[in-house]
C-alpha cells in the first residue's frame, strides 16, 4: 500500500483507500492508495508554511539550480512514465514522452526566468527631500512569494499539470511551497513523479515543506487543504463544479485567499465567409484533427463553429460529419470523464432544435472509458434561445451553429460566455470588415488566434491560457508560459528601507542588473 508524501516522510496509513482503474479495460490496478488523513494535511500544510518562511530568502539562482535538477530528473524517469501512465491514463506512448519533455521544458523555462530575474517587475521612485509642499520618500516595490500554494493535478494532463508540472513550476519558480492534491485517475504517476521530486529537494538543500502530495477526495482532503491557513493561492484545472466548490471554499475562509482555477471553455470558430472547396476540405481536416486531438480532452477543444450556413453550411456539415465517422473510439482519461461526455451529449441530442448528424456507435457494455465522435448541427436562432447549448461537452464532439447575418453573428460572441480561445477563420479583409466584432472579442476570451486551430498551447513567454470566467475564475491570469508565476506573488514596497536592509533586486547599485523602473 501506498500513502501520501509529507515533507521528507510518508503520511497516514488510513483504512480507507483507492486504487487506478486501466481506462482501457475498466481493471482496477493492483496498488492501494490511503486516503490522506486531516492530520497528514495539517501536518503537509505546517511544514509548507515553515518552508515559506526559508523559500523567500531564495536566491534566482538556487530556485533555477532545483528547477533544472527536476528537469534533468523528470527526462531520465520517462521510460517509467510511458509504462504507469499508459495503464493509468490510457494515453498513447508518444503522447505520453511528449508530456514529459512539455513538463521538463517548464521547469527549464522557469528555471531561466528566474535566474535572468526581471520577473519581480523591481520599481524604483527615489528620495526627493526638498519637493514641494511635501518631502517625497524613497519607494521601492518588486514581486515577493506568496506562501504556501496548494494545487490539483488535472486528469487531462497528468504530467504537465500535475505534480511537477506548470502550477507547481511556477510556485516554485516564484518562491512558493507547494502542497499537491492528486487526482485519483492517476496516483501511481502522480507517486512516480512526487518521489522525484523529493530526492532533488534533497539533493538541492532544499526544506522539506517545499513539497507534499496528498491522495484522497476532492470534498474532503481537498477542501481541507483549501481551507487551512497556511495556503494562501490556489491552482486548479478540471470542472466548472470542481473549480467553483474550491473557489467558494477560499473565498468565505476567515482570510480568503485568491483561486487561479482553469475551468470550462467551448473555444468556438468562427467563419466568416463560405470558403472554395480546396479550403473547406483543409478547414474540417484541421477541425477534425483540432476536436478529436486526445480525444477531445483538451481545456481548447473546440466545441462549437459558428458558420454562414446556407448550401456552403449544408456541404461543410455533410463533410465535416463523414471525416468525424472516421475517427475510431478511444478509451477517455477516467469513468467520470466519459460519463460526463455522455451525459452532455444525451441531454444536448435531446434538446429541441439540435440535429445530431453524426454519432459514434458505443457498445455501452464496454468496461473500459471508450468514446466516439458526435457532430451536431442547429440554427444560430435555437442556440440564442437556450443557453444550455453553450455548456461544454468534454470530449470528441462538435456542435455546428449556421448564422443568418454579421447582425446574427454579432449577436452570437454577445451571448458566450468567458473563454480559454475564439478562431477566426477568413480573408485578411474580414479582420477590418469585422473591427467591432474582433474588438468585442476581446472582452470574451484570452487568446484569439486567426486562421488557425486552437488545441496546442505554446508554451512560451508571449501565451495566455486563461479568460473571463468560467474559463477561468480569474481573468488577469494564465496557467501557462511564464506569466504564469505572477499567479503566486505579490508586489510589496519598502519605504525609506536603508539601501543595505532591501532585497538585492531594488539595491541601489543593481548588483544583479536586472531590469527596474527607476524615478
Ligand atoms: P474534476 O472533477 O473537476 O476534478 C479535478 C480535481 O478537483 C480532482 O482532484 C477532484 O477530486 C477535485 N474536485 C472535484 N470536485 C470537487 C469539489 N466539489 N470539491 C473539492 N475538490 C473537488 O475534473 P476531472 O476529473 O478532470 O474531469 C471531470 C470533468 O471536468 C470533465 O468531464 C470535464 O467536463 C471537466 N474538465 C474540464 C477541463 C478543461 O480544461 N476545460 C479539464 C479537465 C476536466 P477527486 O479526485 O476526488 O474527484
Redesign the pocket.
Given at each position: 500500500m501506498e500513502s501520501s508524501i509529507i515533507g521528507y516522510s510518508r503520511g497516514d496509513y488510513s483504512a480507507k483507500t483507492f486504487q487506478a482503474v486501466n481506462p482501457s479495460n475498466g481493471e482496477k490496478l493492483s496498488v492501494h492508495y490511503a486516503f490522506a488523513s486531516y492530520s497528514d494535511v495539517d501536518k503537509a500544510c505546517e511544514i509548507a508554511a515553515d518552508a515559506a518562511m526559508e523559500m523567500a530568502g531564495f536566491d534566482g539562482k538556487k530556485k533555477a539550480v532545483f528547477l533544472r535538477f527536476l528537469a534533468d530528473g523528470i527526462d531520465e524517469i520517462t521510460d517509467l512514465l510511458v509504462e504507469i501512465m499508459r495503464l493509468e491514463t490510457g494515453l498513447p506512448e508518444p503522447r505520453v514522452r511528449g508530456e514529459t519533455g512539455r513538463t521538463s521544458g517548464q521547469l527549464r523555462m522557469f528555471a531561466n526566468l528566474v535566474e535572468e530575474g526581471n520577473w519581480v517587475d523591481a520599481r524604483i521612485d527615489r528620495a526627493q527631500p526638498e519637493r514641494q509642499p511635501l518631502p517625497k520618500p524613497d519607494l521601492r516595490s518588486m514581486l515577493r512569494p506568496m506562501g504556501p500554494v496548494a494545487v490539483?493535478?488535472?486528469?487531462?494532463f497528468p504530467l504537465a499539470f500535475s505534480v511537477a508540472g506548470g502550477d507547481s513550476a511556477s510556485a516554485w519558480a516564484a518562491g512558493c511551497p507547494v502542497v499537491v492534491?492528486?487526482?485519483?485517475?492517476h496516483p501511481g504517476t502522480a507517486l512516480l513523479v512526487a518521489e522525484k521530486v523529493v530526492d532533488c529537494l534533497k539533493a538541492c538543500d532544499w526544506p522539506e515543506g517545499a513539497f507534499s502530495l496528498l491522495f484522497?477526495?476532492?470534498?474532503t482532503?481537498?477542501?481541507a487543504l483549501?481551507s487551512n491557513p497556511s495556503i494562501k493561492a490556489v491552482g486548479?484545472?478540471?470542472?466548472?463544479?470542481?473549480?467553483k466548490?474550491?473557489f467558494d471554499?477560499a473565498s468565505s475562509r476567515p482570510e480568503p485567499i485568491p483561486v487561479f482555477a482553469?475551468?470550462?471553455?467551448i473555444n468556438p470558430i468562427v467563419v466568416f465567409n463560405e470558403m472554395d472547396d480546396q479550403t473547406t476540405e483543409e478547414f474540417t481536416d484541421g477541425l477534425m484533427g483540432s476536436a478529436t486531438l486526445g480525444t477531445g480532452?483538451?481545456?481548447?477543444?473546440p466545441g462549437v463553429v459558428f458558420h454562414p450556413g446556407g448550401n456552403w453550411g449544408k456541404t461543410f456539415v455533410s463533410s465535416y460529419a463523414k471525416k468525424m465517422s472516421e475517427f475510431s473510439p478511444c478509451p477517455m482519461?477516467?469513468k467520470?470523464?466519459r460519463?460526463?461526455?455522455l451525459s452532455?451529449l444525451n441531454r444536448l441530442s435531446s434538446t429541441p432544435g439540435i440535429e445530431v448528424v453524426h454519432q459514434s456507435e458505443l457498445d455501452l457494455q464496454d468496461p473500459g472509458c471508450l468514446a466516439g465522435t458526435c457532430v451536431m448541427s442547429t440554427h444560430a436562432d435555437n442556440f440564442l434561445n437556450d443557453e444550455s447549448m453553450m455548456d461544454?461537452?468534454?470530449?470528441p464532439s462538435t456542435l455546428l451553429v449556421a448564422y443568418d447575418s454579421k447582425e446574427q453573428l454579432m449577436e452570437l460572441t454577445k451571448r458566450i460566455e468567458g473563454q480559454?480561445t475564439i478562431s477566426l477563420f477568413g480573408e485578411n479583409s474580414d479582420l477590418i470588415e469585422n473591427e467591432l466584432l474582433i474588438a468585442f472579442l476581446e472582452t470574451k476570451a484570452g487568446r484569439i488566434l486567426f486562421n488557425q486551430f486552437p488545441t496546442g498551447v505554446e508554451v512560451c513567454p508571449s501565451v495566455v491560457h486563461g479568460g473571463p470566467y468560467p474559463a477561468t475564475s480569474d481573468s488577469r491570469s494564465t496557467s501557462v508560459g511564464t506569466g504564469a508565476i505572477l499567479r503566486f506573488a505579490r508586489p510589496i514596497c519598502y519605504q525609506g528601507f536603508p539601501d543595505k536592509f532591501l532585497p538585492v533586486e531594488l539595491q541601489e547599485k543593481n548588483p544583479l542588473g536586472i531590469r527596474r523602473s527607476e524615478v
Open positions: 490539483f493535478c488535472a486528469s487531462n492534491k492528486a487526482h485519483h485517475a484522497g477526495e476532492g470534498r482532503v481537498g477542501q483549501v486548479f484545472t478540471g470542472s466548472r463544479s470542481g473549480g466548490a474550491l471554499v482553469e475551468m470550462s471553455s480532452q483538451f481545456c481548447t477543444n482519461l477516467h467520470g470523464i460519463q460526463a461526455y452532455g461544454e461537452v468534454f470530449g480559454l
